[in-house]
């Protein structure tokens, strides 16, 4: 077990992953609608080592990607956490906020509740000083998050994904800042 404290928010529970959501994880992954925005479909294998990936990450940061779950629901719809990049940038050192929800999951405020409470966890918890979030230019559903969050595009930060070939469509990335409050949340 990854040992990932729990989050909760009016409807939703930030949980640690489960080997009953390798399944749903996959469908998630497998859905080309979902990973419209990202380099390629993930496999069963994949996703498995993903959730070991995230898992490990807890254990050895304190914090990470969560599985997400809709209180009565739906025991699984995605994932919404805070992870550190494992690339180099010129904003490295980072810790990054990142979702992914299933698509039956999109247009009912599920990303931006559990965003909520993740950057809750992030500076009242970790007291980290900042949080990111980057994407490519195009996926507009996921700026709208951002901005919703209070995170504000910085045009001087963007870059070449460095994991990404040159000429990749997908190489090009806006980066969205959010300072820790001054009087804190």
């Not at 995605?78 to 979702?99: D, T």
């Not at 230019?137 to 998050?145: G, L």
């Not at 070939?165 to 806006?174: Q, W, Y």
Request: net charge negative; proline share 8%.
């Amino acid at each position: 077990m990854s040992n990932a404290p729990e989050l909760h928010t009016e409807r939703l529970v930030l949980r640690e992953w489960r080997d009953a959501d390798l399944d749903p994880f996959a469908a998630l992954n497998a859905d080309p609608e979902v990973m419209r925005f990202m380099p390629k479909l993930l496999s069963r294998d994949e996703c498995a080592a993903r959730i070991q990936s995230f898992r490990d990450h807890f254990r050895d940061h304190g914090f990470g990607l969560w599985a997400v779950e809709v209180r009565g629901l739906a025991p699984f719809v995605g994932f919404v956490g805070l992870n550190i990049p494992r690339f180099e940038a010129p904003f490295m050192p980072s810790v990054e906020i990142g979702w992914r929800l299933a698509h039956e999951a999109w247009g009912n405020g599920f990303a931006t509740e559990a965003a909520r409470a993740v950057i809750a966890f992030g500076f009242n918890e970790l007291a980290l000083q900042e949080i990111l979030s980057y994407t490519v230019p195009e996926n507009v559903r996921s700026r709208r998050v951002m901005e919703r969050l209070g995170m504000r595009h910085d045009p001087a930060g963007d870059f070449d994904h460095p994991l990404l070939a040159e000429g990749h469509p997908l190489r090009k990335h806006v980066l969205y800042r959010l300072p820790r409050p001054v009087d804190g949340l």
